[in-house]
C-alpha cells in the first residue's frame, strides 16, 4: 500500500499519458479527413529519400527541402522515414511523428513543470529537504492533464506538423538545461559539481528543434540566453572543464610564469629573480625565435622533460 501512494504521480502521469495517445492516434488516418498539401509533401520526400537518398528535386540528403518552394526544415521529413520503412507509406505513418511527439510532450510537461517549480539548491544557494514535492507533483500532474485533453494541442499532434516536433523538443530541451542548471549547487564554497549528460541532451534536443520549425530560430536563442542570466550565479560557479586547464592551455597568472621561468633558468643555467626583467633576456629568444616575455605557447609536460 504504501508503494502504491509512494509511485501515485507515475500512474497518473501513465494514464494521462495513455489518454492523450489514445486521443492522438485513434482513427488517426482518417481525421483530419485528407493530407493537406505540406502532409503529402512530407510523405513524398520521405518515400523519396528512403527508396533513394534523394528529394522530389534530386537532391541528395538535402538538409533544406525545396518542396514546392517553401523550404521545408529537414527533421520531420527525416524521421517520417522510420514510420514509412516500418509501415508503408499512408496518411497514418506521416503522421505518426507529429503524434507521437503530441503524445510524448505530456509527460515532457510534467517534468519541465515539477524542475521549474522544484526548491533546488541554487535557488536556496544550499542543499535542503524538498518540503513541497507533494504539492510540485500535484501541480506538475495538473498540467500534464491539461495538456492531455488541451483542444489546442490535441489539433496540432494530428496533422503532421513541424510546430508540434519542435514543441516536444523544446519541452525536453528546457527540461534537461533546468537540470542542469540545478545540478550546481553553492554549498559553503565548494568547488560546483555538474552533470555533463543533461547539458548534452539539452544542446542536442535544442539544437534538433532548430532544424525542425523556423520559429525555433527565434524562440530558442533567446530561451538560452534568458536561461544564462536567470541563473548566471550558479553558471559563474561553474570550474573549468578539464580540456581548459592549465596542462593544456598555460595560464597566465604570476604563479604560472613563475614556475615556467624557473623551469627555463634549470636548463639554461641562469639564476630566476622576482624583481627584474634583466635575467629573463636569455637565450630563449635567440634559439628558438620568440619574444622574451612570459611565455605562451609551451605546454607542462615538455618543461618537465626541460628540467
Known amino acids: 500500500m504504501k508503494s502504491i501512494t509512494k509511485n501515485r504521480p507515475l500512474l497518473f502521469l501513465l494514464l494521462f499519458t495513455l489518454l492523450g495517445g489514445l486521443l492522438r492516434f485513434w482513427k488517426l488516418d482518417s481525421f483530419p479527413v485528407s493530407l493537406n498539401w505540406d502532409e503529402a509533401s512530407h510523405g513524398y520526400n520521405a518515400y523519396s529519400i528512403l527508396l533513394t537518398g534523394k528529394d522530389e528535386w534530386g537532391v541528395r ?3 533544406i527541402f525545396r518542396a514546392f518552394g517553401d523550404y521545408k526544415l529537414p527533421f520531420y521529413i527525416y524521421l517520417s522515414t522510420i514510420p514509412v520503412w516500418l509501415f508503408g507509406l499512408s496518411a497514418f505513418t506521416v503522421r505518426f511523428v507529429s503524434a507521437l511527439a503530441g503524445t510524448l510532450a505530456i509527460p515532457g510537461i510534467y ?4 524542475e521549474l517549480f522544484s526548491t533546488t539548491p541554487t535557488t536556496q544557494h544550499e542543499i535542503t529537504t524538498n518540503n513541497h514535492e507533494p504539492v510540485t507533483s500535484n501541480f506538475a500532474l495538473t498540467t500534464a492533464f491539461l495538456l492531455a485533453v488541451s483542444p489546442w494541442h490535441f489539433f496540432i499532434s494530428r496533422p503532421a506538423l513541424e510546430a ?4 516536444t523538443l523544446i519541452i525536453f530541451g528546457s527540461y534537461f538545461l533546468l537540470k542542469f542548471f540545478h545540478s550546481i549547487p553553492i554549498v559553503n564554497n565548494q568547488e560546483p ?3 555533463n549528460f543533461e547539458l548534452i541532451s539539452s544542446v542536442l534536443l535544442l539544437g534538433l528543434s532548430l532544424h525542425t520549425y523556423n520559429t525555433a530560430r527565434v524562440f530558442v536563442p ?6 544564462f542570466f536567470i541563473f548566471r550565479p550558479s553558471f559563474r560557479a561553474l570550474r573549468r572543464p578539464p580540456f581548459l586547464r592549465a596542462r593544456y592551455f598555460p595560464s597566465f597568472s604570476w604563479r604560472r610564469h613563475r614556475q615556467i621561468r ?3 633558468d634549470s636548463f639554461t643555467g641562469h639564476r630566476f629573480s622576482d624583481r627584474g626583467a634583466e635575467n629573463s633576456k636569455f637565450s630563449w629568444s635567440s634559439r628558438f625565435q620568440i619574444n622574451p616575455q612570459p611565455p605562451r605557447l609551451f605546454f607542462n609536460d615538455f618543461y618537465k622533460k626541460l628540467s
Open 164 to 167: 508540434n516536433l519542435s514543441l
Open 222 to 227: 533567446l530561451l538560452v540566453l534568458a536561461s
Open 262 to 264: 624557473k623551469a627555463q
Open 111 to 114: 517534468l519541465l513543470t515539477r
Open 61 to 63: 540528403f538535402p538538409l
Open 193 to 195: 559539481k555538474t552533470n
